[in-house]
């Protein structure tokens, strides 16, 4: 099982709908990251949480630190919020202090 | 710069040669990743520097792998006796990490590597 799992893995919707990723890991964390990698490659951290949640525009992310659980929601969805969606996690300490690992990566197509 | 640059953009090599990537990380950033992905795969942790810390390597895949950065300037992934396998693209992020706390990372356009 990976330590970090994404769901879903693909995710289709019409424009405006709102949209929920998530994020399970199964490792003690320092950090979550929440990054979006469009179609040409390039990618941009949206959110980095430690606890509780984050709001930036139309999206939001959430962090359950007891269910070790993560959520990104985007509200008013938009063609151009089609990209790939990945959450990452950091390990707590230990020789792997720098670590992140990597969720397989969310799909998300928006349709007009 | 304003942003995180790696070069070259693009290298293709014959199997077993040596191959260097480099970054250049946003100017007073003391975190640096590298960070690799596959064709159609996840991201893939390699290694982090931070400050004069000793790097966290737990991602290095073999000991063809090694990573150099001095200070908190520019950083060279060192690639030995290339693989095939050892195709993918290679990215470079940067930090601005406070003590206690981890700051969103700033990402490079990537170095797209292909052994032949």
């Known amino acids: 099982k990976n330590e970090v799992e994404q769901s879903p893995q693909n995710l289709t919707a019409q424009e405006g709908e709102f949209i929920t990723i998530n994020c399970s890991y199964s490792v003690g964390i320092s950090a979550l990251h929440w990054l979006q990698q469009h179609p040409g490659g390039g990618i941009v951290s949206l959110f980095m949480?430690?606890?509780g949640k984050k709001k930036h525009g139309r999206l939001i992310a959430t962090i359950n630190i007891q269910e070790k659980h993560s959520s990104l929601h985007i509200t008013a969805s938009h063609p151009r919020d089609s990209a790939v969606y990945i959450c990452?996690?950091?390990?707590?300490?230990?020789?792997?202090?720098?670590?992140?690992?990597f969720g397989q990566g969310t799909i998300l197509t928006v349709h007009p | 710069g304003a942003g995180v640059s790696q070069s070259p953009s693009n290298k293709v090599t014959e199997k077993g040669k040596d191959v260097e990537l480099r970054c250049d990380p946003i100017?007073?950033?003391?975190?640096l990743y590298w960070y690799r992905q596959r064709l159609g795969q996840g991201l893939e942790f390699l290694i982090y520097f931070q400050g004069n810390s000793a790097p966290d390597k737990s991602g290095l895949p073999s000991d063809r792998f090694s990573a150099e950065r001095t200070g908190e300037s520019v950083s060279t992934l060192t690639i030995q006796r290339t693989q095939q396998e050892d195709s993918a693209v290679y990215l470079c992020?940067?930090?601005?990490?406070?003590?206690?706390?981890?700051?969103?990372?700033?990402f490079g356009p990537g170095t797209r590597l292909t052994v032949l």
């Open positions: 992020a940067s930090s601005l990490l406070s003590i206690g706390l981890s700051n969103e990372q700033f």
């Open positions: 949480l430690s606890s």
């Open positions: 990452a996690v950091r390990h707590a300490g230990g020789t792997s202090y720098g670590k992140l690992t």
């Open positions: 100017s007073g950033h003391t975190a």
